[in-house]
C-alpha cells in the first residue's frame, strides 16, 4: 500500500507563485511516475508528470509556468507554479503509478485571487 502525503496549498495573488510537494511512502512502492491532476468543478485535468526517468509532460495551459521535479529517491514530487492566474484556481491531487496499482493523494486547494 501507498501512502502520499500533500503539502503546499494556499491562496496566493495573481502572477505569485507557489510550491506543492508530495511525499509517497510505503513497501515496495516501485515508482513507474508521478504527476499532479486538479479539479475545478467538473472533471479532473492533468496538470503535470515525470517518469522514473525523468521524462516530463504538462498541460498546454501550464507550460512556461508549472515545473515539475522529484527528489533523488523518486518518491517525493514538487510543482513549482508561478505566474500563477485566477484560472488555475482548483483542488491539486498528487497522483502516484506504479507497478501494481495507481494512487491518489487527498488534494490540496490553491487559489488564485486578489
Known amino acids: 500500500q501507498v501512502q502520499l502525503v500533500e503539502s503546499g496549498g494556499g491562496l496566493v495573488q495573481p502572477g505569485g507563485s507557489l510550491r506543492l510537494s508530495c511525499a509517497a511512502s510505503?513497501?515496495?512502492?516501485?515508482?513507474?511516475?508521478m504527476g499532479w491532476y486538479r479539479q475545478a468543478p467538473g472533471k479532473r485535468d492533468l496538470v503535470a508528470t515525470i517518469t522514473r526517468d525523468g521524462a516530463t509532460n504538462y498541460a498546454d495551459s501550464v507550460k512556461g509556468r508549472f515545473t515539475i521535479s522529484r527528489d533523488s529517491a523518486g518518491n517525493t514530487v514538487h510543482l513549482q507554479m508561478n505566474s500563477l492566474k485566477p484560472e488555475d484556481t482548483a483542488v491539486y491531487y498528487c497522483?502516484?503509478?506504479?507497478?501494481?496499482?495507481?494512487?491518489w493523494g487527498q488534494g490540496t486547494q490553491v487559489t488564485v485571487s486578489s
Open positions: 510505503g513497501s515496495g512502492l516501485s515508482i513507474r511516475a
Open positions: 497522483n502516484v503509478v506504479n507497478y501494481y496499482s495507481t494512487y
